[in-house]
T-cell receptor, first 115, second 112 residues
Framework: NAGVMQNPRHLVRRRGQEARLRCSPM?????VYWYRQLPEEGLKFMVY????????ESGMPKERFSAEFPKEGPSILRIQQVVRGDSAAYFC?????????????FGPGTRLTVT | QQQVKQSPQSLIVQKGGISIINCAYE??????FPWYQQFPGKGPALLIA?????SEKKEGRFTISFNKSAKQFSLHIMDSQPGDSATYFC???????????FGTGTRLTVIP
């Protein structure tokens, strides 16, 4: 049973470009959470999605960041016009039940570097 | 504002020793306290978790101690091994909430 998959694992973007991060949840999981980990810091919640719905985006920056989880395909975190401060590791987690903070399984992360 | 404070930032322990990592929180609504282990280049993996109705939970060499009145909880790794070398994160959440609040992490190094 494959775990949570994220790609790419490493992404380098120049300032002003767009970054697109993908997350495929575990089989049978329809709830996806995105977290950001800045260097030497813990993970910080960004957004929680169910299929085709954004449930909680309270941790998402208001500008340049967006997320989706379409009916078919992976969840995507999109960062437009990236800046150096966006350099971080972005982790996705999935759960089989809604709002299950106690049952989140994390992917390996995408490490974004903005040059 | 950091909802969960974790210390120390780094820890070096001899093989066979006890590793102790501490966390403190302010929000008394938190009712779930997990610990995650993260190896370089990997995502965090749930190690052990506790709810505030018990003061201690043990799984193998890993023990969580929980002090509700002090709003503190700690991870003890007994008989620490080099393979335990990783970054450990404490976290907290509220049942029914969407997200976990993580501490800033402790980088543990166990030397042979």
């Amino acid at each position: 049973n494959a775990g949570v998959m994220q790609n790419p694992r490493h992404l380098v973007r120049r300032r002003g470009q767009e970054a697109r991060l993908r997350c495929s949840p575990m089989k049978g999981h329809s709830h996806v959470y995105w977290y950001r980990q800045l260097p030497e810091e813990g993970l910080k919640f960004m957004v929680y999605l169910q299929k085709e719905n954004i449930i909680d985006e309270s941790g998402m920056p208001k500008e340049r960041f967006s997320a989706e989880f379409p009916k078919e395909g992976p969840s995507i975190l999109r960062i437009q016009q990236v800046v150096r401060g966006d350099s971080a590791a972005y982790f996705c987690a999935s759960s089989p039940r809604p709002a299950a903070s106690y049952e989140q399984y994390f992917g390996p992360g995408t490490r974004l570097t903005v040059t | 504002q950091q909802q969960v404070k974790q210390s120390p930032q780094s820890l070096i322990v001899q093989k066979g020793g006890i590793s102790i990592i501490n966390c403190a929180y302010e929000n008394t609504a938190f009712d779930y306290f997990p610990w995650y282990q993260q190896f370089p280049g990997k995502g965090p993996a749930l190690l052990i978790a506790i709810r505030p109705d018990v003061s201690e939970k043990k799984e193998g060499r890993f023990t969580i101690s929980f002090n509700k009145s002090a709003k503190q909880f700690s991870l003890h790794i007994m008989d620490s091994q080099p393979g335990d070398s990783a970054t450990y994160f404490c976290a907290a959440s509220i049942t029914g909430a969407n997200n976990l609040f993580f501490g800033t992490g402790t980088r543990l190094t166990v030397i042979p």
